[in-house]
């Protein structure tokens, strides 16, 4: 699998379509989680394709929220990105926005951590620390359990993503909160830069 595109290019491409702070946040914490994830399950040599992958993930949802994952590939074939990404984008969306099914490890690694990432992102603002460092599994589960808080991230695409893997939820969330944590400097900086 080729990412087809640099970081620099993705990053780029990304800020053309994106601009709301939330959302260049979320990409950046996607990209560093599927890097980690890629590292983590033995896909060494496809690190690039699982972050440029996540960093893309959402390219078309600020400016076409209604229609998420159908205007993506117009714009990802624009700027010259494989079909093969193209395909992995849009798999994180089945089920809601689109009829693409997650097949490959890393769409199905996407299709899990996408929201979860925004819930735990959510419960750790709610911490002293406002950090995912000292975050712990029993924390998520709390939160996961109470359906108003971060309503808008979905528990069903989230069990549905664990249950895909072939994971018990409470591996999904230790594994994506230590994913977490190896990118939360890294993500601080550069949303610093980006200002």
């Not at 640099?6 to 379509?17: D, K």
């Not at 494989?82 to 009829?99: K, N």
Request: hydrophobic residues 45%; negative net charge; proline residues 3%.
């Amino acid at each position: 699998m080729q990412s087809h595109l640099s970081r620099q290019e993705a990053l780029a491409l990304l800020r053309r379509y994106n601009q709301e702070e939330f959302h260049l946040r979320h990409a950046l914490t996607v990209e560093g989680v599927m890097g980690w994830y890629a590292r983590e399950l033995g896909y060494e040599e496809e690190v690039d394709f699982w972050s440029i992958t996540g960093l893309l993930h959402d390219i078309d949802f600020e400016i076409y929220p209604d229609q998420h994952c159908r205007k993506a590939p117009d714009l990802l074939r624009g700027a010259g990105v494989g079909e093969d990404m193209i395909h992995a984008i849009c798999s994180h969306g089945y089920g809601i926005c689109s009829d693409i099914k997650p097949e490959h490890p890393m769409e199905k690694v996407l299709f899990a951590v996408d929201e979860l990432t925004g819930l735990i992102g959510a419960a750790a603002l709610m911490r002293p620390s406002k950090s995912v460092m000292d975050m712990e599994v029993s924390s998520v589960k709390k939160k996961f359990k109470d359906k108003a808080f971060a309503a808008g991230c979905s528990r069903d695409v989230i069990l549905t993503g664990a249950e895909a893997l072939g994971w018990d939820i409470s591996v999904l969330f230790e594994k994506t909160i230590l994913a977490m944590r190896s990118c939360e400097a890294g993500v601080a900086a550069e949303m610093a830069s980006l200002r």
